[in-house]
């Protein structure tokens, strides 16, 4: 089964402003596309993973450089780590609506 893996919501990053919370981007898109589609979490292993490094589930994976999220990691090993790819890999194998 295909494992896709997503960042966990308001994290704080120690490199920016103290106390600020922050939410990537691309994982909320995929987010949003999963709420669309809610089948999709019966078709894919979805894993929300924390924002620190190393992302251990991740790096024994795919290893400690591919540890960027969102990434959907392919029955093959392969993987898919851009969230546009990862939308149009889900409509053309999972049969969900293309983006427009």
Do not use: W
Not at 37 to 58: I, K, S, W
């Amino acid at each position: 089964m295909k494992k896709l893996f997503l960042l966990k919501a308001d994290f704080k990053d120690p490199n920016l402003a103290e106390g600020k919370r922050y939410f990537c981007p691309d994982c909320a898109m995929i987010e949003g596309l999963l709420s669309y589609y809610p089948r999709l979490t019966d078709e894919l292993e979805v894993h929300y993973v924390n924002f620190a490094r190393p992302r251990n589930e991740l790096v024994n994976l795919i290893g400690e450089a591919n540890q960027s999220c969102p990434v959907l990691v392919l029955e093959d090993g392969t993987f898919i780590n851009e969230a546009g790819e990862i939308i149009r890999h889900l409509a053309e194998y999972h049969q969900i609506g293309n983006p427009h």
